[in-house]
């Protein structure tokens, strides 16, 4: 572990330019999983619902810029000073200060001490006298009573991040790296800092602090079914993106979906993910920027934010590779079951289910990304090839999804098809043997008639010539009907091999 580990990230300042048979017995169910896919899918269990927002205490409202509102409003001498009390009411207003303690601590905390261990401004909070504070002053002590805040409620839990600090000539980097009132009160040695938080929310509430992140923001980051979006905040830049994960074998992948906020704040980026395990894309990142000849040691922050979107969007590609294989495999297994696999109804619902929710969420991230060619106070122009690279394999992800879904319809109709001709064929024959059998029982019916004058009643070898017309025209009508079927079987599989 490097000793960047102690480094504190650089003040927020306003951002650059940033960078998105028994057939009969299991067809049907068959068929309602494949009904089923074909209608429009339901939103998944990794999709929006209500139960997942998030709202954040209301004094993470106390944004820089409202801060110094509120210091104005309060400030009637329009002198840049506000008594002790004053502060103290602010404070305890927005639920930052239980006590007047509380506030005395923290703002003597804010002044270097002397060599006696207590300068004159500590002494003079502790006599609790007039001293008054300055605008810089109330916000610091409102930054560290909010971190208290933090700190208290995650009790023993140690927030953790994985830290790359780096410039042009060397790069430190960090895993578990604890943050701590003490990291955050250091500076970073280095010119850019990328601060990875894998699932410790605390930590990203810390960072939000600490880089005077928007609420709304946090907000964002922290709810699981957030749309990808891109959002320009007065102190730093927002961008969601959806990273694809594929669990499960090759023949019944699922894919899930997690969302990687990245914020860009001045020189330094923060990227926040729930899951606590390092993904690809960050190996895939550290990687680029462990050679120091590559565009990212040489560009900073702002080029590490499109390295990072570009690494989570190229985990759509093998998702959606993996689901149209699983397709293919699941077509075989059902023409070689005749189409009474369940299971792979089941499946094809599944799939379909997971490359809707796909495909729903890359419509918005298009849109993200055209904003950021377009709007030049987001994405610097010298950028705009890589980002609009990164548009295109979106558009090439929603072409490859539109293709799967094509496969998935095409499947249902080629079983639908089957089990129509299965109905088809039975009634065929059903109608077949009537037609044979229909004018041998009217031949038996006219003879059954009881009259006592009939043609023939007393022959003798009148019912030796009936049975023999009888059995030659059954035998003539099996063979027509035997001919007829020959010439529709060929029909029906020259136009199967046709349709394959």
Wanted: aromatic fraction near 8%; charged fraction near 25%.
């Amino acid at each position: 572990m490097s000793s960047s580990e102690n480094a504190l990230p650089t003040p927020p300042t306003p951002h650059g330019p940033l960078l998105a048979p028994s057939h009969h017995r299991t067809s049907s169910t068959l068929q309602r999983h494949l009904e089923t896919a074909l209608a429009p899918a339901t939103l998944n269990k990794r999709s929006a619902s209500v139960t997942d927002q998030i709202e954040l205490e209301e004094w993470w409202s106390l944004t820089p810029e409202r801060l110094r509102r509120i210091f104005k409003e309060v400030d009637v001498d329009n002198d840049g000073r506000l008594p002790f009390a004053c502060l103290v009411d602010s404070l305890r207003r927005y639920d930052l200060a239980a006590q007047e303690q509380d506030v005395t601590d923290t703002l003597t905390k804010l002044r270097s001490p002397s060599s006696d261990g207590e300068d004159d401004f500590a002494r003079a909070w502790r006599r609790k006298s007039t001293t008054e504070v300055t605008e810089d002053e109330f916000l610091a002590a409102a930054k560290q009573l909010m971190v208290a805040k933090v700190f208290a409620a995650a009790r023993r839990k140690k927030p953790l991040v994985s830290l790359v600090d780096f410039g042009l000539d060397d790069i430190d980097i960090g895993d578990d790296v604890e943050v701590t009132k003490a990291w955050l009160a250091r500076p970073s040695t280095k010119r850019t800092r990328w601060v990875e938080i894998r699932g410790d929310e605390t930590a990203l509430r810390l960072l939000g602090i600490e880089y005077a992140l928007h609420p709304l923001a946090l907000e964002d980051a922290l709810r699981p079914s957030q749309r990808p979006k891109e959002e320009r905040y007065e102190t730093h830049a927002q961008i969601v993106v959806p990273r694809f994960v594929v669990h499960g074998d090759a023949l019944a992948p699922q894919v899930a979906t997690e969302n990687v906020s990245i914020f860009v704040a001045g020189e330094s980026l923060v990227t926040y993910a729930a899951s606590t395990q390092a993904p690809a894309w960050s190996r895939r990142v550290r990687a680029e920027l462990a050679c120091s000849f590559t565009k990212l040691r040489e560009e900073g922050s702002n080029f590490l934010a499109y390295r990072v979107l570009d690494a989570v969007l190229d985990s759509g590609a093998p998702a959606v590779a993996a689901l149209r294989g699983s397709i293919a495999r699941q077509r075989d297994i059902l023409r070689r079951s005749k189409y009474s696999s369940n299971d792979a109804g089941a499946t094809l619902q599944r799939i379909k289910c997971d490359l809707e929710q796909i495909l729903r969420l890359l419509r918005p991230l298009a849109r993200v990304l055209m904003t950021l060619v377009q709007d030049d106070d987001v994405v610097d122009h010298r950028y705009n090839s890589y980002i609009e690279d990164a548009g295109e394999n979106v558009a090439e992800l929603e072409d490859d999804i539109a293709a799967a879904l094509s496969d998935i319809e095409r499947l249902a109709e080629e079983s639908e098809l089957y089990f129509q001709r299965s109905q088809e064929k039975t009634i065929y024959v059903l109608t077949t043997v009537t037609a044979i059998f229909l004018p041998l029982q009217f031949v038996t019916g006219l003879f059954g008639m009881n009259f006592k004058y009939m043609p023939q009643l007393n022959d003798r070898g009148a019912y030796y010539l009936l049975l023999l017309i009888m059995t030659i025209y059954t035998v003539l009508a099996l063979l027509l009907v035997w001919w007829c079927s020959s010439g529709r079987r060929r029909s029906l599989k020259h136009h199967d091999i046709e349709a394959a």
